[in-house]
Nanobody, 117 residues
Framework: QVQLVESGGGLVQAGGSLGLSCTAS????????VGWYRRAPGKERELVAL???????TYGDSVKGRFTMARDNAKNSIYLQMDSLKPEDTAVYYC???????????WGQGTQVTVSS
């Protein structure tokens, strides 16, 4: 069983930056695909960033060039650096992990990001 604990988020003005962190416990972190998704009020869940076992992350069109995801296998953690934030980035952000060995996916509890105009 994998548990994901998120931290970061909060309130920031448009144009500002925020960072999110997600730490996993249980399992073999380096064998996971990892990523971030978000859900804004009244909208569908949206991909923010996703990375397979190797290679660079794939970013959603709305965040390309502004958000950067990184993973640290030694710390069982993934990070999301969000720059040049816009009010439309306001959402609950969820950490995501897919275990290739168990073919199961896991989600963090979600953290609120609010960008004021």
């Amino acid at each position: 069983q994998v548990q994901l604990v998120e931290s970061g988020g909060g309130l920031v003005q448009a144009g500002g930056s925020l960072g999110l962190s997600c730490t996993a416990s249980g399992g073999i972190f380096k064998s996971y695909s990892v990523g971030w998704y978000r859900r804004a009020p009244g909208k569908e869940r949206e991909l923010v960033a996703l990375a397979d076992l190797s290679g660079p992350p794939t970013y959603g069109d709305s965040v390309k060039g502004r958000f950067t995801m990184a993973r640290d296998n030694a710390k069982n953690s993934i990070y999301l650096q969000m720059d040049s934030l816009k009010p439309e980035d306001t959402a609950v952000y969820y950490c995501y992990v897919y275990s290739w060995s168990s073919t199961r996916e896991y989600w963090g509890q979600g953290t609120q990001v609010t960008v004021s105009s």
